[in-house]
Each structure stands twice: as C-alpha cells, then as structure tokens.
C-alpha cells in the first residue's frame, strides 16, 4: 500500500462519524479527486465501506466512507510475532511437537490440495503436477529432479523436490524442527488427499546450498 493510500486509510479510521470525499481531501491536502481514487481502491480492496446518499443539491450523489467493521486501525501488521507465539506453545509439547507439527501440516495440506473427481485414480505424473503447483502458490519455488544414478530404480521418475525458496524462513531458522516438519505434512497430506500413488518419504532442510529436499518414493512404493 503507497504511503499516500496509508495516509487516507488513517484518516477514515480515526474518524468518529462517515467522512466524505471532501474532509478526506481537506485533511490529507490533495484534490477531491485524488482522494476519491485511493478512497475508491480501499472499497475495492474490503477494507472500507462506502455509503451512497441523496446529494445535498444538484450533482453527483452523496457519498461517505468508514472503517469496514472488524478491520484493526491503522496498518501495522504482526502476523510473525503470532506465528512465533503459536510455535513457542507447540513446543512446549515436548516429544510430540513434532509429531504434531507434522499433523497440522497434513491437515491444511488436505485442504489446499484440489479435490480429485470421483471414483478416478490420479496418474503419478498428475500427482505431482498438482502438488508442484500447491508449493508454487505457496512461494517454495518447487523443481522436481533427478538425483540418481543413470539407469537405476525408475530414472523417468524424479527422486527429489527442491525446494529453492522458503517463505517462512524467518521462522524455519530459529524454529527448523517444527516448521519443516509443518513443510513436510503439507505435502503428505495434499497427496493423500490426492490418493496419490506417490508419497513424500523426507524432508531434508538445506541439503543442497540454499534449498531443502524433499525425497519422493518412486509411484508404487
């Protein structure tokens, strides 16, 4: 969000009543219709509610702008402190953390993974396609490859995600035993959803410079 968008957001918020595009302008010191652009993309965005009313006299109609409900004022966020908070509780569990990190993976990856039709067996190839693009949109930057020997066990088959990106790795430093083990229940579980005759064995954290592995089992195993 630009600066100048943070701005006009504050000023709604901290506003008692409904403002207009004309009070926002006047204290902000831009023009009305600059005011109106960001006013107009923060609706957009959910993050304001705009009221149309009848105009006072003639012209275009009335219009007033609030804080959508159950939204925090101002624009700081703390989302890694909670997910260091959440991390410190779990670990707390001792023996089972990790064992519960893994389930908690495997669930939300159930959940995102897409749902298989009815009755129709997933190809490996499909599998794998599908659990590539779940840790793309997820920002792993994922790139299945071939670590075998030429000619040994399955050589069409990759043996190994690399996953060349973290996007928690502010987390996984500090916290690796758990937040890997999250990492590796996320692919378990989006191919068990998948009922995928391809499973995830391991997750190795930096194994390669700068990327995790996760090993596949060859389909079938």
Partial sequence: MSERREQILEIVQQALEPVEVGEVARAAGIHPNTARFH??????DGV???ATGAPAGRGRPRHTY???PGQARGTARRYQLLAEILLSHLELRGED????ATTAGRAWGAYLAPRPAPARAVRPD???????TMLGDLDFAPEPVHTRPDGVDAADWPDV??????PFLELAVPQRDLVCRVHLGLMQGALAELKAPVSVTSLVPFEE???CLAHLAPPGR
């Fill in 66 to 68: 609030r804080a959508r």
């Fill in 97 to 100: 953390a990790a064992d519960e």
């Fill in 161 to 166: 995600v690399r996953l060349r990106h973290c």
């Fill in 48 to 50: 304001l509610d705009c």
């Fill in 126 to 132: 499909a599998a794998l396609t599908q659990l590539l």
């Fill in 209 to 211: 410079p700068g990327a």
């Fill in 39 to 44: 006013l107009d993309a923060l609706v957009a």
